[in-house]
């Protein structure tokens, strides 16, 4: 059972548009969230987190929001360039519980930013 | 930076076969983890270590095993390759709340 959804597989946008990558999640004990970026035959590289206590994290093109009453975060990349055309994976963790920060993450989603 | 290290890009081995997949990380952290990664499933836990010897099972530990005889070294053992083992593998190692992951293992099982 997936408690951290992303369910867009794909998004298609234009050079210079804003891409919106959504992800939602069922345990709310989950306090801290991360968005990683990857590209084929890497692995994924960290790109933004944002704590619960938060809901809004800006990082130069990169912004993460989050709405803990509805379980959802959102991606924002603006604008997006060629070089954002990868896969993104939002993933979740429960700091505050035994849990060794541990990972649960989405299935990913395909970006790819067209000319 | 962190570094994360693993020992092959690509692997083929025949169904049966023990399979060996290392990792290694430079920055002195505890905790280090193994996933596989699969289209349209995203990464899956497998196992992971807090610590020298101590390892817990993840999500999918079916199948598999590990060793973390040194901190900076976490193995994962596949004790008799399947083909449903065939997939992309990746360790990762964690700082304060990330996770820094090395470039993946391509595992062919034929």
């Known amino acids: 059972d997936q408690q951290v959804k992303q369910n867009s597989p794909s998004l298609s946008v234009q050079e210079g548009r804003i891409s919106i990558l959504n992800c939602d999640y069922t345990?709310?004990?989950?306090?801290?969230f991360l968005w990683y970026k990857k590209y084929p035959a890497e692995g994924p590289t960290f790109l933004i987190s944002?704590?619960?206590?938060?809901d809004k994290n800006e990082d130069g093109r990169f912004t993460v929001f989050l709405n803990k009453s509805a379980k959802h975060l959102s991606l924002h990349i603006v604008p997006s360039q060629p070089g954002d055309s990868a896969v993104y994976f939002c993933a979740a963790s429960a700091r505050t519980t035994d849990s060794w920060g541990k990972l649960q993450f989405g299935a990913g989603t395909q970006v790819v930013v067209t000319p | 930076d962190v570094k994360v290290t693993q020992s092959s890009r690509y692997l083929v081995k025949r169904t049966g076969e023990k399979v060996f997949l290392e990792c290694v990380q430079d920055?002195?952290?505890?905790?280090m983890f193994w996933y596989r990664q699969d289209p349209g499933l995203g990464l899956r836990l497998i196992y992971f270590s807090y610590d020298v010897k101590m390892k817990e099972k993840g999500d999918i530990p079916e199948g598999y095993s590990v060793s973390r005889e040194k901190k900076e070294r976490f193995s994962l053992i596949l004790e008799s390759a399947s083909t449903n083992q065939t997939s992309m593998y990746l360790c990762?190692?964690?700082?304060?709340?990330?996770?820094?992951f090395g470039p993946g293992t391509r595992l062919t099982v034929l």
């Open positions: 944002i704590s619960s206590i938060k």
């Open positions: 345990n709310s004990m989950f306090d801290y």
């Open positions: 920055m002195d952290h505890e905790n």
């Open positions: 990762a190692s964690q700082g304060n709340n990330e996770q820094f």
